[in-house]
């Protein structure tokens, strides 16, 4: 099932959830929206479920137009960050629930049913808790049956709303990892939503990195990360070092001070320099674009970060190999090896 | 512990023995022949009937109340919700006195409905009235916070698996609401048995017809006949403690099927 998005405009009040977002989704995808709250995510992803009805713009799967359809109609399996288990009922009978309340019609009998549920529990790997009710299990088991309850109706899309926002972060690491063998099983096209980057870049096959109701980037969790499109995507995905800086001539300048680098091509006027943590690299005093004195040093298992008094008065954070020496109070130069400038 | 034994004994249990204590001054047969006249049986049908029938019409008005009262936004709303709880707060001779006038055959209620050849106050409709208006906050108090807790996201989940408005309301809502609902039942239930002061003005009191066993219960007592009043008191005890205990049996049953979380 493709999903297609055009033009999706929403709002709360005078508050623009979305503002103008496109978006195709291929057939078995799984694809992650990643961006900070409020940005819109969420919105985007209950509109494609019917869940919420944009104030314009279209949503089609495989063409034809979903928005004509409500949430019951759509087919789409919807996993809520908090669950949204039944209390009442087992843990059978939540799988069971979407079966059983199919049109008469179309309703299969009881054994097919069970064998449809254990098949669905056996498949989350939770087929010992079919009796259980939702309040007797851990958070992770929980997902894992709201996972499997939203399969069994066999959806044509899957939707997880920020599906381990709520666990703590050693069954967050477990399930992402489950999650993806499982979309490699089941191969139903898939969209998450997380404000987590690492689990956007470990799980998804394509990442869409949203801000303030708008798409700043879609790509691959590679071309996120090591080629961002705006200065946004590069602040909010991995570890970045951000400076003003000036243009103007072929020179880039921090406060007044000229640096040592490539200007070629940049629009002149006030500008963003982004520079990962770990491309800044350390050298003797006057050697490199920057100097700084170092105010402290701590270690974080490879790597040892240090916080750098550059000498225009900004404050630094770099990360060094461990077997660089680096003491606090010592001045140092440094060199960025990759460094992307954004205007604005 | 100790202080919660001795604080219920005397404000509870002691009267209650007393009352037990009192009613055996009667020999099983007097006992029995109080118990058994036709005013006596009569009041207690009344009383009880009618109790359970407004608690029943209490149980499916406060469900849509509580359910307006929490899920909409409209003008009003916390007038409204102020509204429920003026049963608890207002004197039961005053609502009685009030729905009397309502209801009498020239009142502002009681006049149409005359003309429609139904007539409320000083007939059992009256009491049944009466009941359904003391008795509603009840239901509405018990359930509102139960439904106020109950995720909407849960409807969403329902909605989104194929369900219908209607098989969610009876597969997901109810069943989560139904601890609460047998609660407030009960609780409308005991206070419309128990009830005295708003029912006697609009009843009219006929004997056999119109008359609630706590008012008979008042006769007696103001004809110096103490245990015949205590045997109907004694009747009356024992029925509303079975009827409690048997919603509470609901109840737990109902709960344990939603384990605490």
């Known amino acids: 099932m493709t999903i297609e998005v055009k033009n999706l405009v929403k709002k709360f009040g005078s508050f623009a959830a979305l503002d103008g977002v496109d978006l195709k989704v291929d057939n078995g995808e799984l694809l992650a929206l990643l961006g900070p709250s409020g940005s819109g995510k969420t919105t985007l992803l209950r509109i494609i479920a019917g869940l919420d009805w944009p104030d314009s713009g279209e949503v089609s799967f495989n063409g034809e137009d979903a928005l004509a359809q409500g949430a019951r109609e759509r087919h789409v399996g919807f996993v809520f960050q908090h669950y949204a288990l039944f209390r009442h009922m087992s843990v059978f009978e939540n799988v069971a629930f979407g079966l059983r309340v199919q049109p008469r019609a179309v309703r299969k009998d009881e054994a097919t049913i069970r064998a449809r549920v254990k098949e669905l529990l056996d498949l989350v790997q939770l087929d010992w808790l079919a009796d259980r009710y939702p309040s007797q299990l851990s958070g992770g088991q929980r997902q894992r049956i709201a996972l499997a309850r939203a399969l069994a109706i066999e959806p044509r899309i899957l939707l997880l709303d920020e599906p381990f926002g709520a666990l703590d972060a050693k069954v967050r690491k477990e399930l992402r990892r489950w999650l993806r063998s499982l979309h490699h099983e089941i191969n139903v ?17 394509r990442v869409v990195v949203m801000d303030k109701g708008r798409i700043e980037q879609i790509g691959s969790p590679d071309d996120v990360y090591e080629s961002p499109a705006t200065a946004f995507v590069h602040g909010f995905i991995g570890e970045s070092i951000e400076l003003p800086v000036q243009v103007d001539g072929g020179v880039i300048r921090l406060g007044d001070r000229p640096l040592q680098l490539a200007a070629e091509g940049l629009a002149p006027g006030a500008s963003k320099l982004f520079v990962r943590r770990h491309d800044m690299l350390v050298g003797p005093a006057g050697s490199g674009a920057f100097e700084g004195a170092v105010q402290h040093v701590r270690n974080f298992g490879p790597v040892q970060r240090a916080e750098v008094a550059l000498s225009g008065g900004e404050t630094i954070e770099i990360d060094a190999p461990r077997d660089k020496e680096l003491r606090a109070g010592d001045t140092i130069g440094l060199n960025p090896r990759r460094y992307r400038i954004f205007a604005g | 512990m100790g202080l919660t034994l001795s604080w219920l004994s005397i404000i509870i249990l002691i009267p209650l023995a007393g009352l037990f ?25 009344v009383s009880f009937g009618l109790a359970f029938a407004a608690a029943c019409v209490n149980l499916v008005m406060g469900s849509v109340i509580v359910w307006a009262l929490v899920r909409y936004r409209f003008p009003g709303r916390r007038i409204f919700d102020a509204i429920v709880d003026v049963p608890f707060a207002l004197p039961t001779a005053v609502a009685g006195v009030a729905l009397t006038a309502l209801f009498a055959e020239k009142g502002w209620l009681g006049a149409p409905l005359a003309a429609l050849g139904i007539k409320v106050a000083f007939t059992p409709v009256g009491i049944f009235v009466a009941m359904i208006f003391i008795g509603i906050p009840f239901v509405v108090r018990t359930v509102q ?19 219908s408005r209607w098989q969610t309301i009876i597969r997901v809502i109810l069943p989560s609401l139904a601890p609460a609902l047998l609660t407030g039942l009960a609780l409308a239930f005991a206070r419309a048995v128990g009830e005295y002061g708003s029912v006697i003005f609009i009843a009219g009191n006929l004997p056999n017809v119109s008359e609630i066993a706590p008012l008979l219960i008042v006769i007696r007592l103001s004809e110096f006949r103490y245990a015949d009043a205590t045997a109907i008191a004694v009747v009356m005890l024992v029925v509303s403690f079975v009827i409690i205990f048997a919603v509470n049996r609901l109840q737990r049953w109902a709960q344990s099927r939603i384990p605490v979380r």
């Open chain 1, 189 to 205: 096209t898939s969209i998450f939503v997380t404000h987590d980057q690492e689990e956007a870049l470990e799980v998804a096959n």
């Open chain 2, 145 to 163: 916070p139960v439904l106020q807790d109950l995720d909407p996201e849960i409807e969403e989940a329902a909605g989104s698996l194929g369900a």
């Open chain 2, 21 to 45: 204590l009192k009613s055996f001054e009667l020999s099983p047969e007097q006992f029995w022949n109080i118990l058994s006249s036709r005013r006596t049986l009569n009041a207690l049908r």
